[in-house]
């Protein structure tokens, strides 16, 4: 069963990166001044990015059938596997260029992942449904700190490094914050079908978690979208992955009642959380490359064309001719 578990929760994530993929590529081809809602209507009309909001679909569903077969520091941890295909895939399809810090952090990232899944291999899988309460607390908590850290860049202007980058990276962690949340109630769907069949329907229909769920999945597809304009496509996704799996396992401890892992397992985890925190924190180096790609070369929303790139907001000098 840990096996089959295991294998969903790979499917899923390497689904999600060949998601993120299209949808980075599409974004690059959609003007500037879309953003929000309005960004989503526009690449809706896209056949390929519908495509990868059918992968994503697909992806999901194989997350929710892991949750039945294996635990949910597993799960969590193993549905990052992909990142490195951004990577490659970022290099050679998206124009995109990676520093060495950004390189190291994606594969720590994706390395603290492993580790955490080998450290919870023998934990035991516990199906208990929560309660609307928790469902409504956790989404509050998991919204309020998405909306903190997405909008940082704008609290803090002149502390974060290159704008653009900084606020794609804030918009990946913000994702992670809001995927966090959709993690545990896409737990919920798991485990009631697995627990009631297709009576789960009806359970489903009449609590807050999925419609939770909705509205969230929703605000997360506007900001990282928009995070994949200003940055790499493997950043954003290392990034919102590695903070939705450190949510997602710590609700597995917490809200789920899993077992802590002991001894040399416990260190194992421990270090694999680690691992994956400092992965994350290289992300947001300042000496971290600029996301490039065919979109980096086009203005920023509200810029002036006209303006001279050594003087912002000044008209460049036209050189005196003599009458």
């Known amino acids: 069963m840990l096996f089959l578990g295991s294998l969903l929760a790979l499917?899923?994530?390497?689904?999600?990166?060949?998601?993120?993929?299209?949808?980075k590529h599409q974004g690059m081809h959609v003007g500037t001044d879309h953003a929000g809602l309005r960004l989503l209507a526009v690449l809706a009309r896209r056949p390929l990015w519908l495509l990868a909001i059918v992968l994503s679909g697909l992806a999901w569903i194989a997350e929710a059938s892991s949750f039945a077969f294996a635990p949910v520091p597993a799960v969590a941890t193993l549905r990052n596997a992909g990142r490195g295909l951004l990577v490659v895939g970022g290099g050679r399809w998206l124009d995109e260029r990676f520093s060495?810090?950004?390189?190291?952090?994606?594969?720590?990232?994706?390395?603290?992942?492993?580790?955490?899944?080998?450290?919870?291999?023998?934990a035991k899988v516990v199906k208990h449904p929560l309660s609307n309460l928790t469902e409504v607390v956790v989404a509050a908590l998991c919204v309020a700190a998405a909306?903190?850290?997405?909008?940082?860049?704008?609290?803090?202007?002149?502390?974060?490094?290159?704008?653009?980058?900084?606020?794609?990276?804030?918009?990946?962690?913000?994702?992670?914050?809001?995927?966090a949340g959709t993690s545990v109630f896409t737990k919920e769907v798991g485990d009631r079908f697995a627990l009631y069949g297709m009576g789960a329907l009806e359970d489903l229909a009449a609590s807050a978690g999925l419609w939770l769920m909705l509205a969230m999945a929703v605000w997360s597809q506007?900001?990282?979208q928009q995070a994949f304009r200003r940055a790499n496509a493997a950043t954003v996704s290392a990034a919102n992955a590695s903070v939705s799996s450190l949510g997602l396992i710590s609700a597995g401890f917490l809200l789920y009642g899993e077992d802590f892992p002991a001894g040399p397992k416990a260190v194992l985890l421990v270090v694999g959380i680690v691992v994956s925190v400092v992965g994350t924190a290289l992300l947001v180096s300042p000496d971290q490359g600029t996301s490039s790609g065919r979109n980096a070369h086009q203005p920023a929303v509200g810029?002036?064309?006209?303006?001279?790139?050594?003087?912002?907001?000044?008209?460049?000098?036209?050189?005196?001719?003599?009458?």
């Open 100 to 122: 060495r810090l950004e390189v190291a952090g994606v594969v720590l990232a994706s390395a603290g992942g492993v580790l955490t899944a080998m450290a919870s291999a023998s």
């Open 303 to 323: 810029t002036d064309r006209s303006r001279s790139p050594l003087s912002p907001g000044l008209e460049p000098r036209r050189p005196s001719v003599p009458r």
């Open 222 to 224: 506007s900001l990282i």
């Open 147 to 179: 909306a903190v850290v997405s909008n940082l860049p704008r609290l803090f202007p002149h502390r974060l490094p290159r704008a653009g980058q900084a606020t794609g990276i804030a918009m990946g962690v913000a994702v992670g914050l809001l995927f």
């Open 11 to 23: 499917v899923s994530g390497i689904a999600n990166a060949a998601a993120a993929g299209i949808e």
